[in-house]
Structures are given as C-alpha cells and as structure tokens.
C-alpha cells in the first residue's frame, strides 16, 4: 500500500464524513426518517454495522497477512496495527458503513416518486448476488499478486456494483412484457421496473460502466482489452433487442455462465497470470457451474416465459429434463476439480449441496415448475456458503510450505 493510496484512502473517510452530515440534513426533510425513534434506530443500525465489520477485518486481515497472502512494506504503512493488520486496513470498512446509509438518504430525497425509482434501480442489480461478480474477480486478481494496489480496488468495485446494474438492469428492461406475469419480481429476485425508468436505467447503466471499463483497459494489455469485450458482450447479448442470447437455448447458459467467469478472466489477465491447465480445469469448472446454475434457475420461469413468448433451455426440453442437465453439469464441475493440484480436489465437495438442492426435484413437471423458486432461494445462499468454502481453500492453496 503506497503513501498516494492512503491519501485516497484519507479523502474517501473525508467524503464519507461530509456525506453523513448532509445525510443526515436531508433525513431531517425525509419523512421516513424524520421521525426521532426512527432516526435513533437508522443511526444505531449504522454504529453495530461498523462495530461488525470492523470485528470481521480484524479476523480475517490477521489470519490472511499471518498466512502470507499478501503483506505490506513497513516503511509504507502508518506503523499502528490491530494484531499484524494496519490501521489504514479499517479506513475501507469505515467509509462503506458511513457512505451507504448517507448516498441511500441523498438519493431518495425529493418524495416518494424518486425514492420508488431509486429503490427500484438498486433492486434491479440484484444487491444479494453481488458478491457472485466481485468475488470471482478480488480472488483471480489478488491471490495472483498478491498486492493489494488500485486496479484491485477499482476492479472489486467495477464488479461489485455498475457491472451487476448494468447486466440485471438491461435484462429488466428488456423482460418487462414477461416480467409482468413473474410472481418473483418485485423483490430479492429482481425488480420489475416501470416503463418510465427503462431508458434511465440503460443510461445509468452506461454512465457507471464506461469510466470502469476505460481505467481496466488502461490498466490492461490485449489480453485483458479481448476479457472486458468479452465481458461486456456476453452481459448486452444476453438480453438486448435484436441479439436475446437469452432465448437461444443452451446458448443462453453458456452466456449466463460467461458472466460470471468472465470477471475472473479479467482479473488473471490483469494480473499477468499464466494460463496452466490446472488453472484451465478450475475455469472449466467454474463455467460448468455457471450453467448449471442458469439451467435450473430457468426452471421456474417456464410458465411466464411461455407466456411472454420466451424461449430458454427449460422450456425448450421441459422442467423435468433441465433438472437432470443441471445435475450432469454440476457433477462434472466436482470431477473437473479432481483433476487440479491438491488442495483443488476438495473443492468437489461445494457441489454436493448443489446437487441434493437441485436432486430433490428430480420429477418435477412442467406444471409444477414454479415450486422450484424454494430451491432457487435456498441456491441463492449456498452460493454464500460455497464462497466460503472456496475462500479456505484458497488460502490453503496460496499459504507458504
């Protein structure tokens, strides 16, 4: 961490800090937090969130820099420590739980009609999956390095928040007609936004895109300018008018899977990694993954995308058989992992709660394909769970003999 980073870090605290006070002037003109009881509450809930993050990195920066994932230069941090993690660790953490509550009260003044529409664009980037994008990204690129420099920063958070808006965003807007008759929307799944907001949401789309990708591409050589397009293509072809890879069946779950693949791609590109075959097989697992996820998700939806006029791989060879591709694709992600590099074998293991998720619904018929959305919500936290799985042996993997 150079001195220019903890200066950035420093104005980021500031920012953060000049943004809590105008929040809180304009929660004083917001009717939702107006009130004494629910201002208290707002401000509590703030404290306990930084009271936990800051717990959390004082764990894991003590048991990832003792590991020797990554260390910094004595002569370039302050010198104050929690353990062996520097004190300029927790500016990150502090700015997010001051920045979050401030943006989101700033962003929703000026009534309800523009608190509805920012509610609805923050839900169209589907927050709870965030991690699914980012992850995939902070891991390929830091576990590479091992450095922790502003292409990492600026990348966590490219695929973190405007890469999710603009993937999920435009699908959105482009689904609407079925969006309508899908009893999901509306809520952790996704919103199903207005008609007024669809061209705002392909600007704003755009607008936190744009500057991301130029920086990467900077940051990058050929090979990282030839991930991003494919990135960025996979995440437009998806759903725009005129391409709908979406209702190309089987193509449609290799391009789901490519969008989360494609940011680990990026981030090994930029780092300088070199393409081995242990490291192809985990990509290669990584990506059967992706589209056995897609498959079952798409599972139940059968009933509104036939009603929208939507064709995908589950209503193409029904419910019954796109459980039982899932199954093979998710089966041939754990045997892919059995042929990397020990400690990679015991990443086979993260598939077997996917695999008794997605069993359980063996015979299930189109009719009663909606009923599925319980396994898909239970498939949404596993993936937190997988995460975790994945990030131990992970840090197994890059820990000194």
């Not at 509550?101 to 965030?130: C, D, N, T, Y």
């Amino acid at each position: 961490m150079t001195y220019p980073t903890l200066a950035l870090v420093g104005a980021v605290i500031a920012l953060a800090a000049g943004l809590v006070a105008w929040g809180l002037a304009a929660a004083r003109r917001t009717p939702a937090l107006a009130d004494t009881g629910a201002s208290r509450r707002h401000w509590i809930a703030v404290a306990l969130t930084v009271l936990v993050l800051f717990v959390l990195t004082a764990i894991f920066d003590n048991v990832m820099i003792s590991l020797g994932l990554f260390h910094y230069a004595p002569e370039l941090v302050s010198g104050v420590s929690i353990g062996v993690a520097p004190l300029e660790d927790f500016a990150y953490p502090l700015a997010a739980a001051l920045l979050l509550p401030a943006l989101w009260a700033l962003l929703s003044r000026g009534g309800a009609e523009r608190q509805r529409a920012f509610s609805q664009l923050v839900l169209s980037s589907r927050p709870v999956s965030w991690i699914n994008t980012a992850f995939p990204f902070g891991a390929a690129y830091l576990l590479t390095t091992r450095e922790i420099d502003w292409v990492l920063v600026l990348g966590f958070l490219y695929f973190l928040i405007p890469y999710n808006l603009a993937m999920y965003g435009i699908n959105d807007v482009f689904d609407y007609a079925s969006d309508l008759a899908n009893p999901r929307k509306g809520g952790m799944e996704g919103a199903l936004l207005a008609p007024r907001l669809h061209r705002v949401t392909l600007w704003v789309a755009a607008l936190t895109n744009i500057p991301f990708l130029v920086l990467l591409a900077v940051a990058g050589g050929p090979a990282t300018w030839l991930a991003l397009a494919v990135s960025v293509f996979a995440v437009i072809a998806y759903s725009a008018k005129g391409l709908r890879f979406k209702e190309r069946p089987f193509l449609d779950s290799i391009t789901s899977s490519t969008h989360f693949v494609s940011p680990a791609v990026v981030g090994l590109t930029l780092a300088g990694a070199e393409f081995t075959l242990p490291l192809v097989l985990i990509l290669a697992a990584f990506f059967l993954w992706g589209m056995a996820a897609h498959a079952f998700g798409a599972i139940q939806d059968i009933g509104p995308d036939r009603l929208g006029g939507i064709h995908s791989v589950a209503t193409v060879i029904g419910a019954r058989a796109t459980v039982r591709l899932a199954l093979v694709l998710w089966l041939l992600a754990g045997v892919a992992m059995l042929f990397t590099p020990w400690p990679g074998p015991l990443a086979a293991i993260i598939v077997v709660p996917y695999l008794l998720n997605c069993a359980a619904w063996w015979n299930v018929t189109d009719e009663t394909s909606g009923r599925t959305n319980v396994a898909w919500r239970r498939f949404i936290w596993l993936n937190f769970l997988s995460g975790a799985l994945a990030t131990l042996i992970l840090i197994t993997e890059w820990t000194p003999a």
